[in-house]
């Protein structure tokens, strides 16, 4: 495991990026960097696990406050290849009755590598977002419910449970896990201890225990930090919060007439991870586990299937990430898909012959270096410092007290970044034209920035505008003649309202447009 976690990792750190970055959908990094950092909480459902995990790694001494949970991507990603590996250990013992002989290990590091090297997977270890650890806890759970297959100890099956919890605290999809793992266990209940059903309640505490990383968000969110989504300090807003509800119509939401799209989209996806040479072996090893193991056959299957659905019904544009625990499975597939080739290779060749063993070792090299080789080039951020650029361009650009209006993510998340982790210009005050719809962002914003009008006062008496939201039009409006206000991004209707003035990457709100 820590060689096959090694490699990764040195790949990993050879093309992860120096700062906040933009690139393999990474607008998101600068919202959770910022929540980090001011121990706040990032947008739904919160990431109590991740937002705690990534203070620890905020105390390295290396980079910037970006690079380091980079970092902490790149270390779980890392981790659940490791994993990986040792879970097709676990199955080659548990369902192919026979002791592991080095080929063994070196097909599991291969797929588990493959999987390292996927470009998906690849692209999320070397920024700042949830997905790799995810893929931690999806990976830790699955070895531990194998090594409690075979030894069924109650605290490895609660430690399974413990992780579990810990793991909803960072992505609530990891709870597919828990029906599918009864197509794993239930065919080999014979194997299992009277005593089973249980030993599961008494672990169900455990897996409460995890879940109560939760607690985390009001009582970060107490404080009033300035990254504060649903200020979930009273019930209605850690509801709001913990459901997801801002994202809810996504869930589903793709119309039934792209699902075609969507669906082609999604094979073509699924064969660029591995090559069209890993997606065969994927096939045939779903096939040989159907044959030797039906019980992880449809675990796995049940996962890969229900992931890839979540993903493709999930109506955003970088809905692909979350096909990432799909791929994992399927990984799990392309290892046994080896572990066949190879024992037909041994079949019709003598196993002790130079021909067995020279095709052997080039099949377990060739899987992992050719993907490091095809896609390195599009995977390698270690010289991209757009994002923060921008933010450093465009805070330079402000006069002091300045309010800075930003109306997309991108450029609200990397400002958030600059000013709340990098804790420059802290004499401005920057704010979200969209969420300043939100009752909780305003009260919270309130708290941050005291110096800022924003009652909407102002708005009955200089009269709202339908085309823009009135507390858009209160803030800009009610502190014009105080402090300079700045838009990133003035939509078409700010552009008509205000005269606007271009300074550098902002543009300056003068006064209203002349008629």
Known sequence: MIIVSILALLVYLRTMAPTITWRHYGADGGDLIAAVATQGVPHPTGYPTYTLLGQLFLLLPWGDPAYRLNLMSAVFAALAVGLLYLI???TFRLFRHQRLELRDRLVAAAAALAFALSPLFWSQALITEVYTLNAFFIALVVYLALRWMEEPRPRTLAAAALACGLGAGNHVTILFLVPALAFLLVPRRRHLPASAGRVFL?????????????????????????????????????????????????????????????????????????????????????????????????????????????????????????????????????????????????????PASRWSRALTLALVLLIPLLSLVIHAPDMDVSADTEARDYGLAVLDALQPRAILVAETDRHTFTLWYMRYAERRRPDVAVFDANLLNLAWYRANAAHVHPGVDLSATVIQALGADPALSPYLVSLVEGNWDSRPVYFTDPSPSVQERYQLAEEGLVHRVLGPAEP
Request: charged share 10%; glycine share 10%.
């Open 202 to 350: 008494t672990a169900l505490p455990f897996f409460l225990i995890g879940l109560g990383v939760y607690a985390y968000l009001p009582l970060a969110a107490a404080h009033h930090p300035p990254v504060n989504w649903g200020d979930p300090s009273s019930w209605r807003g850690f509801l709001w919060t913990v459901s997801g509800r801002l994202y809810r119509d996504y869930f589903l939401g793709l119309p039934l007439r792209h699902l075609p799209a969507r669906f082609a989209a999604w094979a073509g996806l699924l064969v660029r991870q591995f090559g069209w040479w890993g997606f065969l072996l994927g096939l045939v090893g779903c096939w040989s586990l159907w044959e030797r193991a039906r019980g992880l056959a449809l675990f796995s299957s049940a996962l890969f299937l229900g992931y890839s659905a979540y993903a493709v019904a999930y109506d955003t544009a970088d809905s692909q990430v979350n096909l990432i625990p799909a791929l994992f499975f399927f990984a799990l597939w392309l290892g046994w898909g080896l572990v066949y080739v190879l024992a037909e290779i041994r079949r019709m060749t003598s």
């Open 88 to 90: 097709l250990l676990s």
